[in-house]
T-cell receptor
Framework: DAKTTQPPSMDCAEGRAANLPCNHS???????VYWYRQIHSQGPQYIIH???NNETNEMASLIITEDRKSSTLILPHATLRDTAVYYC?????????????FGKGTSLLVTP | GAVVSQHPSRVICKSGTSVKIECRSL??????MFWYRQFPKQSLMLMAT?????????EQGVEKDKFLINHASLTLSTLTVTSAHPEDSSFYIC?????????FGSGTRLTVV
């Protein structure tokens, strides 16, 4: 699976939008962009995923550039509970059963 | 949504003993499950992939005789750490895959003393 690059850490004020970038310049045509987060000492939690169109759900929005070489996860109104490590992961079609390979992620700190 | 239950959440065992960790998919059938290990301040590292009814596939460097994986049904996979040593102390996490994607358990904190 192709590699992703994320900033190691970011800060965000509570109530503001948190925009987490991810570069994946070698993404393949059949690879999805997945976002998970891990709150300390818990299992990863699914946030959102997409192939090429922008996606939105109750947790976040995912913006994928037209060339698919980068994406941005947007938490529209960050709360203290959003403090976590956020992972951007590439994986082939979810029906394939391939494991998700985690990089180092971005440690997001939401401050009061 | 899909739920994966992992048990126990934390366990302390003596060096040389074995520990079994269970991973159950509660509301779906998981043909494939994954086991990860996470050391402090590090990311999750894939240990093995298990498919129901067949032998697990281990990642390079993971001792298959030490980390026994059994995936006997579509809802249960177990990881047994045999002859545990202090260096096996870690956070172990399972993940189940179905047609909708990947769901993770809450993790097991293993401490070997």
């Amino acid at each position: 699976d192709a590699k992703t690059t994320q900033p190691p850490s970011m800060d965000c004020a509570e109530g503001r939008a948190a925009n987490l970038p991810c570069n994946h310049s070698t993404i393949s045509g059949n690879e999805y962009v997945y976002w998970y987060r891990q709150i300390h000492s818990q299992g990863p939690q699914y946030i959102i995923h997409g192939l090429k169109n922008n996606e939105t759900n109750e947790m976040a929005s995912l913006i994928i550039t037209e060339d698919r070489k980068s994406s941005t996860l947007i938490l529209p109104h960050a709360t203290l509970r959003d403090t976590a490590v956020y992972y951007c992961i590439l994986s082939r079609n979810s029906n394939s059963g391939y494991a998700l390979n985690f990089g180092k992620g971005t440690s997001l700190l939401v401050t009061p | 949504g899909a739920v994966v239950s992992q048990h126990p959440s934390r366990v302390i065992c003596k060096s040389g003993t074995s520990v079994k960790i269970e991973c159950r998919s509660l509301d779906f059938q998981a043909t494939t499950m994954f086991w990860y290990r996470q050391f402090p301040k590090q990311s999750l590292m894939l240990m093995a992939t298990s498919n129901e009814g067949s032998k697990a596939t281990y990642e390079q460097g993971v001792e298959k005789d030490k980390f026994l994986i059994n995936h006997a049904s579509l809802t249960l996979s177990t990881l047994t750490v045999t002859s545990a040593h202090p260096e096996d102390s870690s956070f172990y996490i399972c993940s189940a895959h179905d047609s909708y994607g990947y769901t993770f358990g809450s993790g097991t904190r293993l401490t070997v003393v």
